[in-house]
């Protein structure tokens, strides 16, 4: 039992060690690691050691920082390609990206957060950084108000807590704005989001769908104001997404509800 504990506490400690590298601070020195995981340096350094002999981390010989491994690379791509959202939507997405010029973004709901599948950016939208595997907030994109319209208003407060973080003087931080942008997006079928993250930047966003009838993801078109311009283009790109994302819930097994008419 004691030899049990001890192999799960390396690897618990060996998780935080990699969860210590971030988009902000991708390269760090050992004393950085003890630092921000509470982890003794001897121990990070032994861990680190394990670490880059399996290619998770890599150790810059000039500088001495340490920075993620390439290995992590062909983890990533076994996941992903074994993901049956990401292997429906992403050429989905690539071919809507393509033809209209804006970003597109396929997520999951990760706990209170979303979780980026894939995204491509169209000649409008250009990004320098890939958004594959980073999270953003629910509250605060179109692609996270997706994610919760299976939710009751309760469901969604349970989710995210009382309080609502700001990002921009657009964020909904109250419950009371937020479930009527929801309810919204029941109503007409998507959401959208306008300057809620990030200033300069907006998307329209709509459900995806699997065999249960259950949102299971979201896909977005995204860019910058002047790109998307929703003021006159809302109705053509709402049409759009939601015609992509129902392609993509048909090929993840989701059918129509059918109702009988009242008599």
């Given at each position: 039992m004691a030899v049990e504990q001890s192999g799960n506490q390396s690897v618990e400690r060996a998780v935080a060690v990699l969860r210590a590298?971030?988009?902000?601070?991708?390269?760090?020195?050992?004393?950085?690691?003890?630092?921000?995981?509470?982890?003794?340096?001897?121990?990070?350094?032994?861990?680190?050691a394990t670490l880059e002999a399996g290619g998770l981390v890599a150790r810059d010989e000039a500088s001495g920082f340490f920075r993620l491994g390439m290995?992590?690379?062909?983890?990533?791509?076994?996941?992903?390609?074994?993901?049956?959202?990401?292997?429906?939507?992403?050429?989905?997405?690539?071919?809507?990206?393509?033809?209209?010029?804006?970003?597109?973004?396929?997520?999951?709901?990760d706990g209170a957060a979303l979780f980026y599948l894939c995204n491509f950016e169209g000649e409008l939208a250009p990004k320098s950084h890939v958004l594959m595997g980073s999270r953003n907030p629910l509250h605060a994109t179109g692609l996270g108000k997706c994610l919760m319209l299976s939710l009751a208003p309760d469901g969604v407060r349970a989710l995210l807590g009382?309080?609502?973080?700001?990002?921009?003087?657009?964020?909904?931080?109250?419950?009371?704005?937020?479930?009527?942008?929801?309810?919204?997006?029941?109503?007409?079928?998507?959401?959208?989001?306008?300057?809620?993250?990030?200033?300069?930047?907006?998307?329209?966003?709509?459900?995806?769908?699997?065999?249960?009838?259950?949102?299971v993801a979201a896909l977005s078109l995204s860019g910058p104001l002047s790109a998307i311009d929703?003021?006159?283009?809302?109705?053509?790109?709402?049409?759009?997404?939601?015609?992509?994302?129902?392609?993509?819930?048909?090929?993840?097994?989701?059918?129509?509800?059918?109702?009988?008419?009242?008599?």
């Open positions: 590298f971030l988009a902000e601070r991708p390269e760090l020195r050992v004393s950085d690691i003890a630092r921000l995981t509470g982890i003794g340096q001897s121990t990070v350094s032994r861990l680190l290995d992590h690379l062909s983890l990533a791509a076994v996941a992903l390609n074994n993901h049956p959202v990401h292997r429906e939507a992403r050429p989905v997405a690539q071919r809507l990206a393509g033809r209209l010029g804006l970003g597109a973004n396929v997520a999951v709901r009382a309080d609502l973080p700001s990002y921009t003087s657009a964020t909904r931080t109250d419950h009371e704005s937020l479930a009527a942008d929801l309810e919204q997006g029941r109503t007409r079928g998507y959401t959208t989001e306008v300057e809620e993250l990030a200033l300069g930047r907006a998307c329209v966003a709509a459900p995806i769908r699997d065999g249960s009838g259950g949102v929703l003021a006159r283009r809302e109705a053509v790109l709402a049409s759009e997404v939601i015609e992509a994302a129902d392609r993509i819930s048909l090929a993840l097994g989701y059918q129509a509800h059918r109702f009988t008419p009242a008599r």
